[in-house]
């Protein structure tokens, strides 16, 4: 029987599914370095948070959540307006079928809508998964941070994959997210659900 995948905006009553995919890799990984989980409530605010400027995405297969992405900015000066952080968490029942490849390609395509230009992803290392996922889709690692982050009584690299989108033309404004229009949104929303069902 064919799986229903379909791509689709956070919202905030997402909050509790999403916590429980992102729990493990907190109280069980180095993958982030958060130590404590968050509350629903609290996470139901950093959704809110980040659509306010960028996407967030959620994943779901035949009506449940199995992954989310989204972007958030890495500096707070103007400068680096155009420049954002990505991040993403698949269950583990998800894993290894492309679910991350298409989630992360459709946060990418909206983001250049956006006009961002340039995107990084940070890695605990060693990730042979993100390092693979982040190659795939164009992404350099351009440093690492040794042993710059301590859990679980030791220290971990970090190491930072960079895209460019764009080339060097000047910089253009950044759109918010809310203002690129719901057609332009669920287009490209509609056409990674799309590839996920022949994925499938």
């Not at 199995?66 to 029942?93: F, K, M």
């Not at 960079?162 to 809310?178: I, T």
Request: with cysteine.
């Amino acid at each position: 029987m064919q799986q229903q995948f379909t791509i689709r905006r956070a919202e905030a009553g997402d909050a509790a599914a999403l916590l429980e995919i992102y729990r493990p890799f907190i109280t069980d990984t180095v993958v982030t370095f958060e130590y404590d989980v968050p509350t629903a409530d609290e996470f139901a605010g950093r959704i809110t948070d980040t659509l306010a400027d960028f996407p967030y995405l959620v994943c779901e297969r035949d009506g449940k959540p199995v992954g989310y992405a989204y972007a958030h900015h890495i500096r707070e000066r103007a400068a680096y307006d155009w420049a954002v952080e990505l991040s993403i968490y698949l269950a583990p029942e998800a894993q290894g079928q492309g679910v991350g490849t298409v989630l992360y390609q459709c946060l990418i395509d909206l983001l250049d809508m956006q006009n961002i230009r340039i995107l990084y992803g940070c890695v605990t290392l060693p990730n042979e998964g993100s390092r693979r996922l982040h190659e795939k889709l164009g992404f350099v690692l351009t440093g690492v941070w040794h042993g710059s982050g301590w859990k679980f009584e030791g220290w971990h690299d970090v190491g930072w994959f960079e895209k460019r989108l764009g080339g060097d033309a000047p910089a253009r404004p950044v759109v918010p997210f809310a203002a690129l229009g719901e057609e332009k949104i669920e287009e490209c929303l509609c056409r990674y659900t799309a590839m996920l069902k022949m994925e499938d």
